[in-house]
């Protein structure tokens, strides 16, 4: 039976055999610089074997230094579906386009030794820079209910990137105020009604221009935020994201973050529809059992009770559980760790090397965040400390040797396909999508994520607790220049770890009124 893809398919090894010659599976491949690559034949025209084959032979003597690079991040998937609709389709041009880059297409990238594009750190920088300083069109009018996100993204974006966002203390400080509401909670934009997703990145903003300034900080009416919380409160365990708005499960995570980094009181009260006459209930009470309801039967996370898995609430369900308890005990009581583990792991692609938020789409540089950026949490639950409960027995968890995902292939994706080269900077989902400020951001978290290694584990100052602990990661080829290496940013709060820890102490033993 003949493929409804063997002339695509030919088409792609044509194009792949010219722009990449390499001898066969298993040996060593030639340099991928700029300067090393043959002539580029036309479209139409034939490639010329003996001339490959030629080449070939030169790229091997020059390239015996070079370790090689992994078939599968260079070639086309083996296994090819059989079955052609608008879904595959879109695969097949997403992973062509891909390779062009994986490979090497962008005239303005430079390449290092291992094909990976340099990191265009200064072009990133303004890029976001601009959008701090610059008076909108009135084109972004929709944006005018995001202010928040945009301070976050831009500022943990630049933070990664190394700069100093101190300069924009006033201005966050005084968007802040006008956002906020005296009955508690920040909406999008001044005289916007509060969401819990606007307040979580506004409070993100001001911990990310505040740690050195702690004044910043006092911005915050804790006490109105924390009615406001129990307001939202709902009586099966989660959160409504605004006043008799949804609830899912993006409100349970901005609820923890919130309340855990402003040191609010997590005492419920009786106007809460939470308040059913139980004493001992909490602001957190079922919020464990709400998470447990979303997780479907993929094995991956949805944004509410069944309704479909997606990456981004996946993220949400897990940084939610690892602010209520230390991630080994939480996280395998109330979710099924071995089928998340395989549903996270069907979330990346090759040769692609990005993720994809939910099955059958397509790879997308902010889930290099969503995704990506479980991996530490789960990491956390198999192999932290006392680890003995009865899930993890029942489950036989154990351990990880090594990682649960290709770091390499991730950080090949997002150098080589997620920058944009151009003048403008920024990072952005894929090739052929403009860069953006959300993309940037969670491009940037990603890649931090995978250049790191988080451990949860035994704090040093010996008081029998755990703690989280970063290094660079280290372990095998790096194929990235250590200048690109970007900052670390705590796997829950996702900004740096000073800034958590900054706030949290600030907070800890002043008066709640
Ligand atoms: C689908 O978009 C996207 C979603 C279903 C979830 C979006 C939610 C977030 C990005 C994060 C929320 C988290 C917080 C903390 C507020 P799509 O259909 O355009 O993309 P896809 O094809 O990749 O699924
Ligand atoms: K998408
Ligand atoms: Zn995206």
Not at 305 to 332: M, N, Q, T, V
Not at 344 to 358: N, V
Request: hydrophobic share 35%.
């Amino acid at each position: 039976m003949s493929s409804p893809y063997s002339s695509r398919t030919k088409r792609r090894t044509a194009i792949f055999k010219r722009k990449f010659p390499r001898p066969p599976a298993g040996e060593m491949a030639p340099s991928l610089q700029n300067s090393s690559r043959p002539p580029a034949p036309e479209d139409d025209e034939e490639v010329d074997e003996e001339f490959i084959t030629n080449y070939t032979t030169l790229q091997m003597a020059s390239a015996i230094l070079e370790p090689r690079i992994t078939d599968f991040l260079t070639r086309p998937p083996i296994i090819q579906d059989i079955l052609s609709t608008k879904t595959s389709e879109d695969q097949d041009d997403t992973v062509e386009k891909c390779l062009e880059y994986l490979t090497g297409a962008d005239e303005d990238a430079t390449y290092n030794t291992y094909g990976v594009a340099r990191l265009r750190r200064e072009k990133h920088i303004r890029f976001l820079s601009a959008t701090l300083n610059r008076k909108f069109p009135s084109g972004f009018i929709a944006a005018d209910a995001s202010r928040p996100w945009f301070l976050y993204w831009c500022l943990s974006g630049l933070v990664l990137l190394g700069a100093d966002v101190s300069n924009w203390r006033d201005g966050v400080v005084a968007t802040a105020r006008a956002c906020q509401n005296e009955s508690g909670g920040m909406g999008g934009g001044c005289g916007q009604m509060s969401h819990l997703a606007t307040t979580y990145a506004m409070v993100l903003a001001l911990t990310l221009v505040g740690v050195d300034e702690e004044d910043v900080y006092e911005v915050v009416d804790r006490k109105a935020m924390w009615r406001w919380l129990n307001s939202l409160k709902q009586p099966d365990g989660g959160f409504q994201v605004c006043l008799g708005g949804e609830e899912d499960i993006r409100g349970g995570y901005c609820a923890a973050v919130i309340v855990s980094l402003l040191g609010l009181p997590i005492d419920l009260t009786r106007e809460s529809p939470a308040w059913n006459g139980e004493e001992g209930r909490t602001l957190f009470s079922g919020l464990g059992e709400y998470v447990r309801r979303c997780q479907t039967f993929e094995g991956g996370i949805s944004g509410q009770p069944e309704a479909e898995a997606h990456g981004a609430y996946a993220f949400c369900a897990l940084g939610c559980l690892s602010i209520l308890d230390a991630p080994e005990r939480i996280i395998p009581k109330y979710l099924d760790v071995p089928r998340l583990i395989s549903w996270l792991s069907s979330r990346q692609y090759a040769p692609e090397g990005g993720f994809s938020g939910r099955t059958n789409k397509l790879v997308d540089g902010c889930y290099s965040h969503w995704v990506g950026g479980c991996w530490p949490l789960i990491e956390a639950c198999l192999n932290g400390t006392g680890k003995s409960t009865e899930q993890s027995k029942l489950y036989n968890l154990r351990p990880t040797a090594g990682s649960l995902f290709s770091r390499e292939a991730l950080i090949r994706y997002t150098f080589n396909c997620c920058q944009d080269f151009t003048k403008k900077g920024g990072l952005r989902d894929k090739p052929g999508k403009s860069s953006d400020q959300y993309h940037t951001c969670y491009v940037l978290s990603g890649l931090s994520s995978a250049q790191h290694q988080w451990t949860w584990g035994p704090s040093t100052d010996g008081n029998g607790e755990s703690t989280w602990t970063v290094e660079p990661y280290m372990d095998g080829v790096q194929v990235f220049e250590e200048e690109d290496r970007l900052q670390p940013i705590h796997p829950v709060y996702v900004i740096p770890q000073r800034h958590v820890e900054n706030v949290q102490r600030y907070f800890k033993d002043r008066p709640f009124s």
